[in-house]
């Protein structure tokens, strides 16, 4: 068990230091968390402006294909009809989806910083080394 003494306000402020490093290796992690989900984000959202694209390119060929197929008729030719299937993502709206992805985090973030500003000011109310210690253990 610990000792109970008082503390003095340089252990107060080494305990504190203790947790603003600890809070700096959170914000660090945490930017590159932040930074990854981007980077795997990305190429799915511009992969669907290219996917758009596609299917416009796809809809205007089609009904060039119909007009020349219809032409093709009349001079007498047959003519197969073909379908062309075209599978529409059902899901949401991927940018709408990184940006949810993104608040949840940024929220997840702002309690754990909460947790270690209230760490900070535990610590300069705790009346001895051990109690101290017991808030830093709390949040590294």
């Known amino acids: ?8 306000d ?3 402020r080494a305990f504190a230091e203790l947790i603003r490093d600890a809070q700096k ?3 660090s992690d945490f930017d590159g968390y ?3 989900l981007k980077h795997d984000l990305s190429p799915k959202i511009e ?3 290219r ?3 596609l299917m416009d390119t796809i ?3 089609k009904g060039r294909l119909a007009e020349a197929a219809g032409g ?3 001079l007498g030719f047959h003519v197969d009809e073909g379908m062309i299937s075209i599978d529409y993502d059902a899901q949401g709206d991927m940018r709408r989806e990184m940006e949810e992805v993104q608040r949840s985090a940024l929220q997840e973030r702002e309690k754990s910083i909460a947790k270690f500003r209230k760490a900070v000011f535990d610590v300069w109310s705790a009346d001895d080394a051990g109690e101290a210690k017991k808030i830093v253990e709390s949040v590294l």
Do not use: C, H, I
Not at 1 to 8: G, I, K, Q
């Open 1 to 8: 068990m610990y000792e109970s003494t008082r503390l003095t």
């Open 10 to 12: 340089d252990q107060k």
């Open 25 to 27: 290796r959170f914000e």
């Open 34 to 36: 932040l930074g990854s």
């Open 47 to 49: 992969a669907r402006a």
């Open 51 to 53: 996917v758009r694209g």
């Open 59 to 61: 809809r205007t060929l």
């Open 72 to 74: 093709l008729r009349k």
